[in-house]
């Protein structure tokens, strides 16, 4: 039974030209009550049960039977994608202030996002850095890079702003 102001559905998926991977949306689980995966030489599709505000987005949450283990994930989240090197923290965090960029901003976020797109030149023939600190050598001298420069740069600053981030090159759910 879903929790009041949410919709529970079910969502047919079917995997297609042999596929070995699924698509797994949050709030769901798969119809077998697992939520890492079909077993192998399952039939060519799955079904999940999907939860959904009925309403206002206001209303989400977490079915109950998922909740303790969602605040868990939550927490441990928090601590290890907020994790840096104290002297990487202490740099981005002066950096991050030089620029007028605090994590009191409500709309933080977005202001991050926006200055490491600013910051540098999008250039995919970028030499290795000849730096151990990655992001800040990016932000503070190469002002060019390619998506890893810059998803790295804004991961590292919404850390130090203690916003969970982390960057994924090449996952997939498998």
């Not at 009191?104 to 200055?115: F, K, L, Q, T």
């Not at 970028?126 to 932000?139: Q, V």
């Amino acid at each position: 039974k879903a929790a009041p102001g949410i919709e529970k559905s079910e969502l047919q998926l079917r995997l297609v030209t042999g596929a070995e991977y699924l698509f797994l949306p949050y709030y769901s689980t798969l119809s077998d009550g697992s939520d890492t995966g079909v077993a192998s030489g399952s039939s060519d599709s799955y079904t999940l049960e999907y939860y959904s505000p009925s309403g206002d987005i206001a209303g989400l949450s977490v079915p109950e039977a998922l909740r303790a283990a969602e605040l868990e994930y939550r927490d441990y989240a928090h601590n290890y994608y907020t994790s840096l090197p104290e002297q990487t923290r202490a740099a981005m965090l002066d950096y991050a202030a030089a620029q007028g960029l605090g994590a009191d901003s409500p709309d933080i976020i977005g202001r991050v996002a926006e200055h490491i797109r600013a910051c540098a030149v999008y250039d995919l023939s970028t030499e290795p850095y000849p730096s151990s600190d990655y992001a800040m050598y990016f932000l503070t001298e190469a002002h060019r890079g390619y998506c890893v420069h810059f998803a790295t740069a804004a991961a590292v600053m919404y850390r130090a702003l203690g916003i969970p981030a982390r960057v994924a090159e090449g996952f997939l759910f498998k």
